[in-house]
């Protein structure tokens, strides 16, 4: 989905556009405490939103932490990374930005006569 005024993202949505679809679950564990462990997880909280993601309407983080204890990492996860199953985009645009010139950047003109959307 396009909310029309954003570039889209690697996956496929685009933040702020209207949809009627579950947020994405990212799983994160950690061999710490949630204490020690609360800035790693605020810094990435906070990347993600500069990228116009929100939190509970685009994506739920679901963390565990081990306390320090490594052994423990296995089975706090659920299950396997091998087992889950994998979002594919369903379609890819190429999204060509023409203001790149203002930064010294020349685009070759094969790029932009395939590119899907030509912002000026």
Same mark, same amino acid.
């Given at each position: ?8 993202? %690697? ?6 556009? =209207?949809?009627?679809?579950?947020p %994405?679950? &990212? @799983? ?5 405490? *949630? ?8 810094? %990435?909280?906070? @990347? !993600? ?11 739920? !983080?679901? *963390?565990? %932490? ?11 996860? @659920? ?20 203001a790149?010139?203002? !930064?010294? !950047? ?8 395939? =590119?899907?959307?030509? &912002?000026?």
């Amino acid at each position: 989905m396009d909310c029309g005024n954003c570039a889209r993202t %690697f996956i496929g949505r685009c933040p702020g556009a =209207a949809r009627a679809v579950e947020p %994405f679950r &990212i @799983g994160r564990r950690s061999p710490n405490s *949630a204490e020690a462990d609360a800035s790693n997880l605020r810094a %990435f909280r906070d @990347g !993600i939103r500069e990228l116009g993601w929100e939190e509970r309407r685009d994506y739920a !983080i679901e *963390a565990r %932490f081990a306390d320090g204890r490594f052994e423990l990492l296995p089975g706090i996860g @659920g299950a396997k990374p091998s087992d889950l199953p994998i979002e594919q985009p369903t379609r890819l645009d190429l999204v060509v930005n023409k203001a790149a010139r203002a !930064i010294g !950047i020349t685009l070759p003109r094969a790029l932009v006569s395939q =590119a899907d959307q030509v &912002i000026e």
